[in-house]
């Protein structure tokens, strides 16, 4: 057997460490499924990091905020998915769910204006208003202050996958 590649073609390779399918109905049918899920797949990733009380606090506060912009899909039908893989530091969140085509332009926007400096400034002016925290203010939130790079990934039928790097083992808090 050859040595084993880490990288292929300039890209890092992420070996997969857990999955979750669930049907959207029953994801969405009660709020604490954010919280079950995030926490559950936190407790599973962390326990091999230098820290992993704070990983684990880390990565489900930030997987439960993805999560919470998955619940507020207005599409009925289809399912969740959520992967984790990782890298090095760094944890890869692919997150899979049914969405309607105004949705999907939505994320596609976003994700194009999360990275630079502008997007510490729309975050800094859109938590100082007095607005509930909008799906935006969350994906805003993943990339200022977990430093994470968030990308769009097409899907089969009405769907949408977001994929969002997390290098929480790097952070500094």
């Known amino acids: 057997m050859g040595p084993v590649h880490?990288?292929?073609?300039?890209?890092?390779?992420?070996?997969?460490?857990?999955?979750?399918?669930?049907?959207?109905?029953?994801?969405?049918?009660a709020w604490r499924h954010c919280d079950y899920v995030s926490t559950y797949m936190a407790r599973m990733i962390s326990q091999n990091r230098s820290d992993s009380v704070r990983h684990a606090n880390l990565f489900s506060s930030a997987f439960n905020e993805l999560l919470e912009v998955a619940f507020r899909t207005?599409?009925?039908?289809?399912?969740?998915?959520c992967r984790v893989s990782r890298h090095g530091g760094t944890d890869?969140?692919?997150?899979?769910?049914?969405?309607?085509?105004?949705?999907?332009?939505?994320?596609?926007?976003?994700?194009?204006?999360?990275?630079?400096?502008?997007?510490?400034?729309?975050?800094?002016?859109?938590?100082?208003?007095?607005?509930?925290?909008?799906?935006?203010?969350?994906?805003?939130?993943?990339?200022?202050?977990?430093?994470?790079?968030?990308?769009?990934?097409?899907?089969?039928?009405?769907a949408i996958r977001l994929v969002v790097d997390l290098p929480l083992e790097s952070l500094q808090h």
């Open 6 to 29: 880490h990288e292929l073609a300039g890209k890092p390779t992420f070996a997969p460490m857990i999955q979750i399918d669930m049907e959207i109905k029953a994801f969405v049918s």
């Open 74 to 81: 207005r599409h009925a039908d289809g399912e969740l998915g």
């Open 92 to 158: 890869r969140i692919e997150l899979t769910f049914p969405c309607v085509p105004e949705e999907r332009q939505f994320y596609e926007e976003a994700a194009s204006q999360l990275a630079g400096t502008e997007a510490r400034e729309r975050y800094v002016n859109s938590v100082s208003g007095d607005l509930a925290p909008s799906r935006e203010v969350v994906l805003l939130e993943l990339a200022v202050d977990y430093n994470a790079t968030l990308r769009v990934e097409e899907t089969d039928g009405d």
